[in-house]
């Protein structure tokens, strides 16, 4: 790494002279790394750290994604494709204890699953610190958040309330109310505070939406070790603190498309417009201000009525002498508009990891490369689930089972062994399934795998449906019984 220095007398930026004989002998100084092709000369050539690329312009990108999310039909499209397919009616969760360990009956087994499971859909309810929404509906919220604005703040206050059985709420907070507070020292940056090996240790918010001074919240709790602030985000950068929104890479190409977008749609809402310009050949025949330049102006000629002009269906109508009649129609070839913008979206698609097919739900291709496009963007949602669990999800489900136990309301024995612990906290979520294109070769091939020893039946039952096989495999046992019974009524 070295830093380009400006010479004194020109404002050409040149390399230090020690380095120069060395980088003309490498390879890439005849590509990438050249000092001296024109292409390069606009190009910044000085490394930043995360802090100084993403930190320094944090509140413009927001504010700049915020408003293409609200204002730009593509922008919404993408983030709300994103939320609908990772996220769905909400990512449920399916307990696994790690029995390997705990060494339990399996009957005991079925019941910790089973307890956890009902309790686990009572808490969903009462988890809002507003007490407006529900597990799922925040999930959607945290996403969409994470998306638009880089991150998304979790905080776990525990708060009782009347008539509620779960003290542990959910708080979001807004991500403009990360600020730094007033003198802040080298170890915080963009309101994030991290320790001499980088750990974070404390967040800085503002008290209010609207206020500026900021309270310090540290990032867990000093005695339990216990999580008090959760941040969902996705980390590309070495010592990043805060998150950059989806759109970052692709705003300066949205606000390109709308504005060539809206100029396209005035151009043809202009071209649809009939317009008709009269011309004069002598001042004669010139029409007064506030007259109707289609009738003649002298007397007697109004009241001949022989050049009063009408326009209308097979009209046809002498003009008065001198006066001659000009259509205007606007000569703009529209033709290009489609193709042209198409492969602006496939770049953006590309950028976003959504293919252009997919983002626009237009699939007019074959099969293979309609199923391409769908196993393609699958992988980026199954990606982005994964993290949501573990950021968000995962987190709360190990309070929420601290709660219930440290309460007594379900016994797990030796829970307050560390690893023990950890076995119990185990579980699996599952969400919205890949779409299907032809849902028959889909489950034949299902059946092939679950044969071929590769699946088991429960998972390819949560991936083809999202269906749960235990409770398949329960409901199927008392319609076969239901099925046997009204068989032996009919034969009666």
Same mark, same amino acid.
């Given at each position: ?7 004194k ?6 390399p230090p002279?020690?380095?120069v004989k ?14 001296t ?15 100084e690329?993403? @930190? ?27 939320r !609908?397919?990772?996220i769905g009616?909400?990512?449920k969760v399916?307990p ?8 339990l009956?399996?009957?005991e %087994?079925?019941?910790?699953h ?8 009572m808490?969903v309810d ?5 007490? +407006?929404?529900?597990f799922y509906?925040?999930?959607?919220l ?14 776990l206050p =525990?708060?009782?309330?009347v ?5 542990l709420?959910i708080k979001?907070?807004?991500? !403009?109310r990360?600020?730094n507070p007033?003198g ?5 940056k ?10 974070i ?9 609207t206020?500026?001074?900021t %309270?310090? %919240?540290?990032?867990f709790?000093?005695?339990?070790? #216990? ?6 985000m996705e ?6 603190? #805060? ?8 705003i300066?190409?949205?606000y390109q ?5 809206? !100029?396209?749609i005035t151009?043809?809402s202009v071209a649809?417009?009939?317009s ?8 004669? !025949? ?5 007259a109707?330049p =289609? ?7 109004e ?5 009063v %002009? ?5 009209t046809?109508?002498e *003009? ?8 205007a ?5 529209g ?7 198409k492969?602006?979206?496939r770049q953006?698609g590309?950028a976003?990891?959504i ?7 237009h699939f ?5 490369a309609?199923?391409?496009a769908?196993l393609?963007?699958?992988?980026m949602? =199954? ?9 968000f999800?995962?987190p709360?489900?190990?309070e +929420?089972l601290?709660?219930i136990?440290?309460k007594?309301i379900?016994? *797990?024995?030796g829970y307050?062994?560390p ?20 849902p ?15 699946s088991?039946?429960?998972r390819?039952?949560r991936?083809?449906?999202g ?10 046992h008392i319609?076969s019984?239901? #099925? @046997? ?6 034969s009666i």
């Open positions: 790494m070295f830093n380009f220095f400006k010479n007398k020109t404002t050409e930026k040149i002279k020690h380095l060395d980088i003309k002998v490498l390879n890439y100084s005849q590509g990438g790394g050249s000092i092709k024109n292409i390069f000369k606009k190009t910044r050539n000085e490394l930043n750290t995360a802090d690329d993403i @930190g320094e312009t944090k509140d413009l990108l927001m504010a700049r994604s915020s408003h293409l999310y609200m204002n730009n039909a593509i922008g919404a499209a993408a983030i709300k494709k994103i !609908t397919n990772v009616r909400g990512l399916k696994t204890i790690a029995n390997e360990i705990l060494n009956s399996q009957n %087994v079925d019941r910790i089973k307890e956890i499971s009902i309790l686990w859909d808490f009462e988890c809002d610190i507003e007490n +407006f929404s529900n509906q925040i999930q959607s945290v996403l969409i958040n994470q998306l638009v604005y880089g991150e998304t703040f979790v905080l =525990l708060k009782k309330r008539g509620q059985l779960f003290d709420k979001l907070i807004d991500s !403009t990360c600020q007033s802040a020292g080298e170890n915080i963009n309101g994030v505070e991290v320790s001499s090996d980088g750990e240790i404390a967040y800085h918010f503002t008290k209010s939406n206020s500026s001074e %309270v310090r %919240v540290e990032a709790g000093k005695k339990s070790g #216990r999580k008090n602030v959760l941040c969902v980390k590309e950068r070495i010592g990043q603190r #805060r998150g950059v929104p989806l759109l970052a890479p692709v300066e190409l949205l498309l709308s504005e060539y977008t809206s !100029t396209e151009s043809a649809a417009l009939f008709v310009f009269i011309t004069n050949e002598s001042e004669d !025949t010139f029409t007064p201000e506030g109707d =289609l009738t003649n102006i002298e007397k007697e000629e009241q001949d009525k022989d050049y %002009v009408k326009m209308g269906n097979g046809i109508s *003009l008065p002498p001198g006066k001659n009649i000009t259509i129609s606007p000569n703009r070839n033709a290009g508009f489609e193709e042209f913008t492969t602006l979206l953006l590309a976003l990891e293919p252009y097919e997919v983002l626009f739900t007019t291709a074959s099969y293979s309609s199923r391409a769908l393609e963007v699958w992988k949602y =199954l990606m982005r689930r994964t993290w949501l669990v573990s950021d999800c995962k709360i489900y190990e +929420f601290d709660e136990v440290s007594g379900l016994k *797990l024995s307050e062994n690893l023990y612990r950890k076995c119990y906290q185990k579980a699996e979520w599952y969400g919205p399934v890949q779409g299907q294109l032809n028959v070769q889909e489950v034949n091939a299902s059946v092939t795998k679950v044969k071929a020893g590769i088991t039946i429960e390819e039952t991936e083809l449906n269906g749960d096989f235990e409770a398949n495999n329960t409901q199927r319609e019984k239901k #099925r @046997g019974e009204l068989k032996n009524e009919s």
